[in-house]
């Protein structure tokens, strides 16, 4: 079992940048594969990025390539998702998810999830 707790989320003007924490509980962290997803409003829940275990592949959305970047500390159970230049189409509830085996882009893959987290980018 797995529990997931993000933090970060806020308000922030176009632009701007934002750093979403997800800690998780037990002494496995380190065995499963990251993902982070976001739902805006009225929207089905997307991928927006992933990494493995190890920390070595990262995968991420078209959207956010080049923009965000995520990455895992497994001594402290902590995975990030940096965002930058963030925009208004960014806005969503993100979420942190927790799987075995590979990192993958399919949400119904993952075993565990987060509250999530809301994001809100101002125009």
């Known amino acids: 079992q797995v529990q997931l707790v993000e933090s970060g989320g806020g308000l922030v003007q176009a632009g701007g940048s934002l750093r979403l924490s997800c800690e998780a509980s037990?002494?496995?962290?380190?065995?499963?594969?990251m993902g982070w997803f976001r739902q805006a409003p009225g929207k089905e829940r997307e991928f927006v990025t992933a990494i493995s275990w190890s920390g070595g592949r990262t995968y991420y959305a078209d959207s956010v390539k080049g923009r965000f970047t995520i990455s895992r500390d497994n001594a402290k159970n902590t995975v990030y998702l940096q965002m930058n230049s963030l925009k208004p189409e960014d806005t969503a509830v993100y979420y942190c998810?927790?799987?075995?085996?590979?990192?993958?882009?399919?949400?119904?893959?993952?075993?565990?999830w987060g509250q999530g987290t809301q994001v809100t980018v101002s125009s």
């Open positions: 037990g002494r496995t962290f380190s065995s499963y594969a």
């Open positions: 998810a927790a799987k075995t085996g590979v990192s993958s882009r399919l949400l119904y893959e993952y075993d565990y």
